[in-house]
T-cell receptor
Framework: KAGVTQTPRYLIKTRGQQVTLSCSPI?????VSWYQQTPGQGLQFLFE???????NKGNFPGRFSGRQFSNSRSEMNVSTLELGDSALYLC???????????FGPGTRLTVL | DQQVKQNSPSLSVQEGRISILNCDYT??????FLWYKKYPAEGPTFLIS?????DKNEDGRFTVFLNKSAKHLSLHIVPSQPGDSAVYFC????????????FGEGTQLTVNP
């Protein structure tokens, strides 16, 4: 079974631009969560989607948004990029709550 | 408010010995706990989990212990191998938080040959 895939793996943007990251969960997994990892803040929860609905949201500004499609693939969007948005963005999928989540390799975003 | 804490940023052990990684939590609503291993520039790899209805779960060389009264869990790796060298994160979720995981800061484990 293929694992969680994320595209692109690396991205360089400049301040003020916007970016869209993509995540394909493990086949059959309907829950997709997004996390941001930075050296200073560790792994922080962004949001979770289940059956195309946002089920949970972390403490991030409205510039961070996401969506999930009927095939469970998910995208996250960051608008008006700031230098502090430079991070590793990780996507995780799971069958349901209370079971393990499996992470993708991440997208390394650098904002210049 | 750091709800999940890993107080040891690093741990160094000899190959073949036991590695014990610790994690404390403050939110009594957490009922499911996981350990992940992470290499730089990669996503976390799931290792082992435990539900709050249990106090121990074992999978090969990895055992997780949960002490609910102390709000403490630990991961034991026996025997430790050089390939175990990585950052280990503990994570927790609660019934009201969906699949949201709250992570600790991580512990860098180094296993010396």
């Amino acid at each position: 079974k293929a694992g969680v895939t994320q595209t692109p793996r690396y991205l360089i943007k400049t301040r003020g631009q916007q970016v869209t990251l993509s995540c394909s969960p493990i086949s059959g997994h309907r829950s997709v969560s997004w996390y941001q990892q930075t050296p200073g803040q560790g792994l922080q929860f962004l949001f979770e989607y289940f059956s195309e609905t946002q089920r949970n949201k972390g403490n991030f500004p409205g510039r961070f948004s996401g969506r999930q499609f009927s095939n469970s693939r998910s995208e996250m969007n960051v608008s008006t990029l700031e230098l502090g948005d430079s991070a590793l963005y990780l996507c995780a999928s799971s069958l349901a709550r209370g079971v393990e989540q499996f992470f993708g390799p991440g997208t390394r975003l650098t904002v210049l | 408010d750091q709800q999940v804490k890993q107080n040891s940023p690093s741990l160094s052990v000899q190959e073949g010995r036991i590695s014990i990684l610790n994690c404390d939590y403050t939110n009594s609503m957490f009922d499911y706990f996981l350990w992940y291993k992470k290499y730089p520039a990669e996503g976390p790899t799931f290792l082992i989990s435990i539900s709050s209805i249990k106090d121990k779960n074992e999978d090969g060389r990895f055992t997780v212990f949960l002490n609910k009264s102390a709000k403490h869990l630990s991961l034991h790796i026996v025997p430790s191998q050089p390939g175990d060298s990585a950052v280990y994160f503990c994570a927790a979720s609660g019934e009201t938080s969906g699949s949201r995981l709250t992570f600790g800061e991580g512990t860098q484990l180094t296993v010396n040959p």
